[in-house]
Structure formats: structure tokens, C-alpha cells
């Protein structure tokens, strides 16, 4: 088939390689023309494992190309692809205007039997919405042929996201006629390996479906970590907790591992949006302002105890960081924990040190001019360190050398946003030992972050217009 995608980040362009490999001539578009360029040049521009290999080889087959221009890219196709970002706007709400643009210029250029497929994430109506500006466009243009559109979500995880989309768990189309669905199905056939995967529906539960399954995945983060403060304040062992609790078929075990809770492009965001569309339709949506809350609280606590640890005494502080991408896999830092800390860290006059084996370049664009020393390896990090915090699970920070972590810092306290290490084993080489919710200067009365959820959505739109971050995040700073 010949296959249009709109958007070369993340999700189109795993999408455009992953369909020109299944033999489909794929033509990927972004406004970006740097971006563009480089991918021409088969440069990727983020981090994703195995991707750049799968780029080179399908640009080498001429089953991939790129442009800026979506009218030069249409010519004969059969499947459009909208898979540009929707970003929150300050209220939460989701920000369509990129994909609303790429709407209108798409009705003057779209062939007959064009498939309309939305792949971004989207509130409950947009393709409805996206429908009554094409049919407005092509009118104006050269046909009223009725447009198929339909609603394709996607459910890939970055840092195994060439993985997700050859093998998906499902495959969720939403569309109302015919031709979209056979359309599809065909297209997305050699990735419905056993014949099982494709759930087909309407086209505005499929937009739900996006946003009720990051809400799940939210709410387990959430709820754990609720526990696990419960269960620090009660002198109770989270980690065995954790164990019954996986062994309990009904409750099942993923997503249930204390830490400093959720970030990256997706899960903050959507629950914005949902809670934002809750609003318009008069539903209350209690649960998903809790799993915000407890969200950010969880970044607050991590914060006090550091700071708590220094009696307040922050300024002039060396403290270490390891990790800065939002989880391990991605360079991609959109609303990690990391970048909110770092800059608390900052603004409370901490010398901070940071380092990640991906992510540098990402953080540094998104902390714009704030200053921080990053460091081109973990260790490096450590020399005379007064604390380190860990918050990324990469793997070379599961098992570092101890014995030089220890001799390398100048305090001993190690900060464990993601519960990596036992306790005992620190103890050691003379560290001490910090978890979320299991140590008692984590305990803190959770009124600050309550009141700056507004704030904080401020701060994650701004990051995603690509402005510094640093100026908006000492509003959140207690
Ligand atoms: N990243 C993920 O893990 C993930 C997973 C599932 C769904 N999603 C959803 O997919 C969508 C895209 O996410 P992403 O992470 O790939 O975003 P991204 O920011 O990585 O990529 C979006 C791309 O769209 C381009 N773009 C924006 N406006 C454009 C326009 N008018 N014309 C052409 N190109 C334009 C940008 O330059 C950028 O390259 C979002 O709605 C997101 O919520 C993301």
C-alpha cells in the first residue's frame, strides 16, 4: 500500500519504518526540516533501540522517504496517518492545533478512497471534528466524496517501541464504515501475527480507549506508591507487600513498583486531557485528580527528604544524579521526575551533577540555561558528592561498583527514587540508604503539591513549546 505518516516523532516515525519493513511504500512527513533532513540522511533524532537500523535499510530499499510537504506527499496514497504531537495546553486540556492545521491542508490534497486514520492521542470527538474539515476542504476542492476516517491508537512504549508495534498486545481501530476497516486490517495484517489482535469498534470509544488504558497504568503507579508511604508510616515492608500483591491473579503484577511515580509524554498529559474532558461532559472524574495528586506529591516528597537531610541547608551542596530520561530505554525527558528535582535542587542553591547514558542532550535543551554539570559517566558523578539521587532505572545503575561510589563521595547518602538497591548491600561500603515512603524524613504532609497542580501543567506546556523550563519550576519549589 502507499502509506502517508504525518509526524516523524516518536509514534510516526517507529509507524512509517515499521510499515515500509512490512513491505508497504511509506512516505513520512514532518514540519521540522531539520528533522527531515537528518532522517533523509538516516539519522534518527531521539534514542529509540533498534529503530535506526530498520530506517537505513528501508531508505536503502526505497520503501521510505521523507518531506516536509504533506501535498507532495500524498500523490496516489491509500492510508493517511495524523501522528503529530497534542501536547497539554496550560488548562490541561489537549492542544489539537497542529493536528487541526495538518487537517486543512490534508482536505486539498487527499486522493479517493484515501483512509483518514488518527494515530495520536486524541480527546472523545476530534475525528468527528477532523471529518468536518476535510469534508469542508475537498468541497471547496474537487469532490464530495464522503471521507473515511477512522481512529487507530497507539500503545507503544518507548525504549521498546520497534518491538510494541511489531508484535502489539492489540491492535485498536475505530472507524464507521466498510472501507476503513478492510483498509486496515490489511495494512496492519502482517503485524496481527496470530489473527487475534485487531479489536474493532466506533470510532469515539477507540479515542477513549487511549486514555481509559493510560488512566489504568497511572492509577496502579498511584496506588502503589500510596501504599508504600502507608506501609513506611506503619513500619510495614512495602517490597514484601508488593510480592502478595503480585502473586494475587486478579490484581496481576505489572506496574506495581514504588518509586517516584510516573512521567514522559504520555501519562501526565492524558490524564490532563481526561480530567479536562470529565469537565465538559459534567463528570467529576475524583480518581483521576487523586492519581495526579499522588503523582506529584511523590516528586514533593522526594525533595523534602533531600532537603530535609541537609537540615534545609541546600546551598552550595553537591548532590549527584543519575538518570535523567523519564524512564530507561528513551532519551526522552518530558516531564521527568528527574528534571523537576534538578531543578528544585537549583533554586534551593544545590551544586548538582547529573548524568545518563542517553538523555544528556534532551535535558539540556529542556533546563535551557539552568546550571547543571553533567558528567560523562556514573562515577563521575559521585566525586564529592554530599548525596546522590538515582532516578532512572537504567541497567548500569543496578549494580555499580559500590566500594567507588563510596570512596568517590564526600557524604554517604544514597536517594533511591526507583527502589534499586537492598539496603544491607549499602550499608557495606558505609551508605546510607534512602526509599521513598519507607524512611521517615519521606513522610511529609502532602499540602504543597495539591496546590500547584495547576502550576505544574503550566510548567509541562511550556516544556513542550520547548521553552526553559527552570523559570516556571520555582513556582513549584515549597
Ligand atoms: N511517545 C509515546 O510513547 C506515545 C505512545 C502512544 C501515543 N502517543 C501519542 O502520539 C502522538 C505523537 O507523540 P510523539 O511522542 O510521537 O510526539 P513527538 O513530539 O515525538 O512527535 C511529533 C512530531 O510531529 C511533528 N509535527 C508537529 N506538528 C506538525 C505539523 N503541523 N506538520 C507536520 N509535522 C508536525 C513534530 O515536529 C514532531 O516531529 C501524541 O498524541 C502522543 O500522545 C505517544
Excluded at 521540522?32 to 537500523?53: H, I
Excluded at 500524498?74 to 492545533?97: I, R, Y
Amino acid at each position: 500500500m502507499n502509506v502517508v505518516v504525518i509526524g516523524s516523532g516518536y509514534v510516526g516515525l517507529v509507524t512509517g519504518c515499521c510499515l515500509a519493513e512490512a513491505g508497504n511504500n511509506v512516505v513520512c512527513v514532518d514540519h521540522d526540516v531539520k528533522k527531515v533532513n537528518a532522517l533523509t540522511g538516516g539519522t534518527l533524532p531521539f534514542y529509540e533501540p533498534e529503530l535506526e537500523a530498520i530506517l537505513d535499510e528501508q531508505i536503502q530499499g526505497g520503501r521510505l522517504t521523507f518531506t516536509t510537504s504533506i501535498r507532495h506527499a500524498m500523490g496516489k496514497a491509500n492510508v493517511v496517518f495524523l501522528a503529530v504531537g497534542t501536547p497539554p495546553n496550560s488548562d490541561g486540556s489537549a492542544n489539537l492545533h497542529n493536528l487541526l492545521d495538518c487537517a486543512k491542508t490534508l482536505g486539498q490534497a487527499i486522493p479517493d478512497d484515501c483512509v483518514v486514520v488518527v494515530k495520536s492521542t486524541v480527546p472523545v470527538g476530534t475525528c468527528e471534528r477532523i471529518r468536518r474539515i476535510l469534508n469542508n476542504a475537498t468541497e471547496i476542492g474537487r469532490h464530495t466524496q464522503r471521507i473515511s476516517i477512522a481512529s487507530n491508537p497507539e500503545f507503544l512504549a518507548e525504549g521498546r517501541a520497534v518491538q510494541d508495534f511489531r508484535d502489539p498486545d492489540r491492535i485498536v481501530i475505530g472507524a464507521d464504515d466498510p472501507h476503513a476497516f478492510s483498509v486496515l486490517s490489511d495494512l496492519y495484517a502482517p503485524f496481527n501475527l496470530d489473527g487475534n489482535r485487531l479489536i474493532l469498534m466506533d470510532i469515539r470509544s477507540a479515542e477513549f480507549a487511549k486514555y481509559a488504558c493510560n488512566s489504568m497504568l497511572a492509577a496502579r503507579i498511584s496506588m502503589i506508591n500510596e501504599l508504600s508511604g502507608l506501609a513506611g508510616a506503619l513500619s510495614a515492608d512495602i517490597n514484601a507487600i508488593c510480592r502478595v500483591l503480585k502473586g494475587d491473579a486478579r490484581i496481576g503484577g505489572s506496574y506495581l513498583h514504588p518509586g517516584v511515580g510516573y512521567g514522559g509524554s504520555c501519562l501526565p498529559k492524558d490524564l490532563s486531557a481526561l480530567i479536562d474532558l470529565a469537565q465538559t461532559v459534567d463528570e467529576p472524574a475524583d480518581m483521576l485528580r487523586s492519581i495526579q495528586k499522588v503523582n506529584l506529591d511523590q516528586r514533593e516528597r522526594l525533595f523534602h527528604a533531600i532537603r530535609t537531610h541537609f537540615n534545609d541547608k541546600l546551598r552550595g551542596k553537591t548532590i549527584g544524579v543519575w538518570g535523567l530520561s523519564f524512564k530507561p530505554g528513551t532519551d526522552d525527558v518530558r516531564a521527568a521526575p528527574s528534571l523537576s528535582l534538578i531543578s528544585s535542587l537549583v533554586q534551593a542553591g544545590a551544586i548538582v551533577r547529573a548524568y545518563d547514558p542517553v538523555a544528556e542532550h534532551a535535558a539540556q535543551k529542556a533546563l535551557g540555561d539552568m546550571q547543571v554539570h553533567y558528567s560523562p559517566c556514573a562515577m563521575d558523578v559521585c566525586a564529592n558528592a554530599d548525596a546522590l539521587a538515582v532516578m532512572t532505572e537504567w541497567e548500569e545503575f543496578g549494580h555499580p561498583d559500590f566500594k567507588e561510589v563510596a570512596h568517590q563521595m564526600r557524604g554517604n547518602m544514597i536517594f533511591d527514587a526507583r527502589g534499586l538497591y537492598q539496603s544491607e548491600t549499602l550499608q557495606r561500603y558505609g551508605l546510607e540508604h534512602y526509599v521513598l515512603g519507607q524512611n521517615k524524613f519521606g513522610r511529609v504532609k502532602m499540602n504543597v503539591a495539591q496546590n500547584n497542580q495547576r502550576t505544574w501543567k503550566q510548567w509541562f506546556a511550556r516544556q513542550e513549546g520547548g521553552e526553559a523550563a527552570h523559570s516556571n519550576l520555582r513556582k513549584i519549589v515549597p
